[in-house]
């Protein structure tokens, strides 16, 4: 097709979605399938539209009232997977000025204390902080937003990433937790300044189970080895650029790779993931366990597309598992924009990365970020309207968004077309090690990182010799696994715990002199564990690479 095909293709579909609420397990959600796949059957593109089950929890309301001579009405949002309190929960207000800071074990029953009971009001809302404040007895969070704009944003207190097992149970929040926008934030605690205040939260959520549509495109090549470029078709309200331009350029991607590039080397799979939102990445974890034989054994890389195309989004940035050659991401970059990504960083916790413990050597995604950012939203490009009613048509920038199809169209390129793969194995050790270093500079000196350092030097000679494809691929899933999980291939971590390493990172900031001896034990056996789990990791990559 023509670049104006795919654009004219792209534009129908943004203009379909406009109006369509597409929260999964909502009409308007399998009604954005029922036209994505009638494009798909128009165009006589293969395709199946899977049913997965998801545990959906839908945010429906929340509120805020302040008690005084003149109750106080403040707006307010609830989260996904936060407690349904219809009736109320009434407490009394305490700023936790110590939110956004380090607690040390020894200091965590004082700060236990000071919150248990109380509504608490903080800088912060992300899980593993709402995941303390259960433990410690608070009767529910108002997180206030950390940046000035006005809209109140849809988000997710959900622990657990995907559908949960029956031990993930009880991690689920017992506690309301509702947001509040800044200058709100600010007016409450100017009157908690003056005296002690009574006040009230409501929530109200709708948890519940739905069948969800999963469509997949499956385009062929002449090996059994494919590439996954996936987007998450559900959204907050009507979402345009949260994730309808994704949607729209991965339509892009389809047609463009099923009629204008010839025969395949590889495969490409496109997934339209429901229950990004509201399951917690529920529909990527649930094709990640129904399909984990054919992921680990025939797919090379994983594309997330989530935000192209954004008003403002002026500077690409690329997030990269490591493993890939950054000159290879900026080549495609440079070659549409003139210029390199303005960074290139790891990926983090987000964006429907479901398949660390599968093989996959190469997981990348590019991002949007204005050149001056006044707003925290992660998403749409850092514009002030993610996660909101605001997120609409307007919002696009249908330049950025052409500039992102271009980029995308040159990855996949290289990765369909061409014999080898983009990976540079001794660069990712490389970053490994450093990253390493950083983290031993945050652990208390007792607990030494030296043997899993001594295993990624082996590996860094290792890997200046010549090795076969199939043998790099597999040491660098490996590698993944490390530096991106801290469990069994078979369970996803948490949905926090980042950063190099996550089975460490819990560790940091901890010094003997500031435990108990029983947490001091606990935090040892967590050390011991990860230590020899990694190095028995590189072990076996060691052993692919000396074969």
């Known amino acids: 097709m023509l670049p104006n095909d795919l654009q004219q293709a792209m534009q129908a579909l943004l203009q379909s979605f406009q109006h369509l609420h597409r929260l999964s397990g909502s009409a308007d959600a399998e009604r954005s399938v029922d036209w994505l796949c009638a494009q798909l059957r128009t165009h006589q593109i293969p395709f199946k539209r899977e049913r997965c089950r998801l545990w959906l929890s839908d945010p429906l309301e929340g509120s805020l009232i302040v008690q ?48 248990r009971g109380k509504l608490v009001v903080a800088d912060q809302g992300y899980e593993d902080y709402v995941q303390r404040l259960m433990q410690a007895g608070a009767a529910g969070l108002i997180h206030i937003w950390g940046s000035v704009e006005p809209a109140l944003h849809e988000e997710t207190v959900g622990p657990i990433w995907g559908t949960p097992v029956p031990d993930d149970v009880l991690r689920y929040p017992a506690l309301p937790v509702i947001s509040i926008n800044h200058q709100e934030g600010k007016t409450l605690l100017q009157h908690m300044l003056h005296s002690p205040l009574q006040a009230c939260i409501f929530t109200r959520l709708h948890e519940h189970v739905a069948e969800c549509s999963l469509p997949i495109v499956e385009l062929t090549g002449e090996s059994e080895e494919f590439v996954l470029l996936s ?25 463009h790779f099923a009629h204008n590039s010839g025969p395949l080397k590889r495969g490409l799979r496109i997934a339209f993931w429901p229950g990004h939102s509201n399951a917690r990445y529920g529909g990527s974890t649930w094709y990640a366990d129904n399909y984990r034989a054919e992921l680990m054994q025939h797919c090379v890389a994983h594309i997330n597309v989530d935000s192209p195309g954004c008003v403002g989004g002026s500077e690409v940035v690329v997030n990269a598992s490591g493993a890939e050659s950054t000159f290879w991401l900026n080549q495609a970059i440079t070659s549409v924009t ?12 987000g964006g429907d990365q479901s398949f660390w413990g599968l093989g996959i050597p190469l997981h990348f995604a590019l991002r949007e970020e204005p050149a001056l950012r006044t707003s925290l939203s992660p998403g749409s490009g850092g514009g ?13 920038d249908e330049a950025h968004l052409w500039r992102d199809v271009q980029i995308h169209q040159r990855w996949l390129e290289t990765l369909l077309l061409s014999d080898t793969l983009p990976v540079d194995p001794t660069s990712y050790v490389c970053a490994l090690r450093g990253a390493l270093v950083q983290l031993q500079s945050e652990l208390d000196p007792m607990f030494s990182v030296k043997p899993i350092d001594q295993m990624l030097q082996a590996l860094e000679k290792a890997l200046l ?31 926090y715990h980042g950063d190099a390493f996550p089975g460490l990172q819990i560790l940091r900031g901890h010094r003997s002199e500031q435990c108990s001896e029983r947490f001091w034990l606990m935090l040892e056996t967590q050390f011991i564990r990860q230590r020899d789990r990694a190095c028995e990791l590189f072990a076996a990559s060691l052993d692919i690479l000396k074969r």
Request: aromatic share 10%; net charge negative; hydrophobic share 35%.
């Open 338 to 349: 003139g210029t390199t990504a303005s960074r290139i960083t790891p990926m983090g916790k």
């Open 68 to 115: 005084g001579s003149v109750p106080l009405t403040i707006p307010a949002k609830t989260r996904s997977f936060s407690a349904h309190c219809p009736e109320g929960i009434e407490a009394e207000l305490y700023y936790d000025q110590r939110s956004l800071v380090f607690v040390p074990e020894f200091e965590y029953e004082s700060w236990a204390n000071a919150v």
């Open 384 to 396: 002030w309207w993610w996660h909101t009613e605001e997120d609409t048509l307007d919002k696009v």
């Open 231 to 255: 987007s998450h078709y559900d959204s907050w309200h009507e979402g345009v650029t949260d994730n309808a331009t994704g949607n729209a350029l991965c339509l892009a991607m389809a047609l």
């Open 465 to 495: 010799l010549e090795h076969q494809p199939s043998d790099l691929k597999r040491v660098i899933g490996i590698l993944h696994r490390v530096r991106y999980r801290a469990s069994d291939d078979y369970h996803p971590d948490l949905s």
